[in-house]
């Protein structure tokens, strides 16, 4: 939007380029948000006994004759 109306002639560089930066800012904010909410999930999974289990090998074996 703030780049459509510098277009225009309605914004100067520098509006353009500080709403940029509070745009960007928002973004850091909300990936910080997000990756504070996962490792609090984290959390919670290894304090109900998730954690140092062994992978499970989810591939299927191919079919073989019985005998």
Same mark, same amino acid.
């Given at each position: ?12 560089? *520098?509006?353009?380029? /500080? +709403?940029? @930066? ?7 904010? #909300?990936? *910080?948000?997000?990756? /504070? +909410?996962? @490792? ?7 304090? #109900? ?19």
């Amino acid at each position: 939007m703030a780049e459509v109306r510098f277009k225009n002639g309605l914004e100067t560089r *520098q509006d353009l380029l /500080t +709403q940029e @930066i509070d745009v960007n800012r928002e973004r850091i904010r #909300l990936i *910080q948000s997000e990756t /504070t +909410q996962s @490792i609090r999930l984290i959390a919670v999974f290894k304090a #109900l006994g998730g954690a140092g289990q062994q992978p499970v090998d989810l591939t299927e074996e191919p079919l073989r004759p019985w005998g």
